[in-house]
Structure formats: structure tokens, C-alpha cells
């Protein structure tokens, strides 16, 4: 999600540009809009999702099949092209580089905290619970807890409970 934030600086001073050739007639804005979809949210967007989800995914030992790993870099995917496109708002709406970088690092600093990652969401104050369905991040994480997780079945023997590390025969725990 952060790496969005380099995209800001790129637009704000484009925009400029982008006005005076639009008036100008050169070309349209969705030629424009298409052409930057073309080579910044693919090169940019796309292919780093893919690559850190295709080392990490395996290095994690999470699971292994077609349709897991496909939802896993389709939701890392997801997320990126999510937060360029409040990226691209922020920067649309001002003339400032700066005033839209500080912008977007704290939305995308509350969407962090109210992830459930930081902040244990039920535990948190009632006013400030909405917040939480904001959070591009919360939404990414739930996506990937739900395919890694779904139709797993765990199996503990409960004589072993409390023992931790200490017990002599540590019964491991069964996923199928």
C-alpha cells in the first residue's frame, strides 16, 4: 500500500501539463487516462504484487494450490490497484506535493491501525469503530486469512495442554 505514495509527486506535476494539452487538443483525457493505467499500474502496481507474493507465499508455507495461490496474489493485486487509486484522488484534488503526500501517509496510517492488526477491533471505543470499514488493509487481510484458512480442521490432545515445550512427546498439531 505505501509504495502508492510515490505516484503522487508524478501526477501533481504532470497535472499541469495535462491541462495545457488537453485545452490544446493533443489528446483525450481517456488516452491519457489509459495510457497511464498502461505503464504505471502495470509495471508498477502489478508485477511487484506478483513477485513478493510468489517469494513469500511459499517461503511462508502457506497453501499450496492453484486456487489458493491465485486469490492470494488476486487479493495482493486487489490492494495495490486500491490504494494507487486513492493515491491518484489525493493528488487529483491538490496542487501541493507535499500537502498530498502528508494527505495520503495518514489515511494510509489510520487504515494500518484499524486493520486489527495494531488495534484489537472489538475492544476498541464504540465512536471510533466505523473506522475500521475504511481500512483498504483490514479488507486485504481478512481476504487472505479467509484462503488460507477456510476447510482447515486443527486436532490438539487436550492431556497436553499447558505442558508447552516442556512435555517429552510434543503431539504436533494435525491441519488436513
Known amino acids: 500500500m505505501y509504495s502508492s505514495i510515490s505516484s503522487i509527486e508524478l501526477l501533481v506535476t504532470e497535472k499541469k501539463t495535462l491541462i495545457h494539452e ?3 487538443g493533443y489528446y483525450s483525457l481517456p488516452a491519457y487516462f489509459i495510457s497511464k493505467l498502461l505503464f504505471e499500474v502495470i509495471p508498477l502496481r502489478t508485477m511487484p504484487s ?10 511462508a508455507g502457506l497453501k499450496r494450490t492453484v486456487p489458493a495461490i491465485s486469490i492470494s496474489i488476486l487479493t495482493l493485486v486487489m490492494v495495490s490497484y486500491t490504494s494507487s487509486a486513492l493515491a491518484l484522488a489525493i493528488a487529483a484534488g491538490g496542487n501541493s506535493v507535499t500537502i498530498a503526500i502528508i494527505m495520503l501517509s495518514l489515511t494510509f496510517v489510520m487504515m494500518t491501525i484499524y486493520s486489527g492488526l495494531l488495534v484489537h477491533l ?12 475504511l ?24 492431556s497436553d495442554m499447558g505442558k508447552g515445550c516442556h512435555c517429552p512427546n510434543p503431539t504436533p498439531v494435525e491441519i488436513s
Open 122 to 133: 472489538p475492544g476498541m471505543v464504540k465512536w471510533l469503530s466505523w473506522l475500521q470499514y
Open 22 to 24: 488537453y485545452i490544446s
Open 50 to 59: 506478483i513477485i513478493y507474493n510468489s517469494t513469500t507465499y511459499f517461503l
Open 135 to 158: 481500512s483498504i488493509t483490514r479488507y486485504g487481510i481478512t481476504a487472505l486469512m479467509v484462503n488460507e484458512f477456510v476447510d482447515l480442521t486443527f486436532s490438539y490432545n487436550v
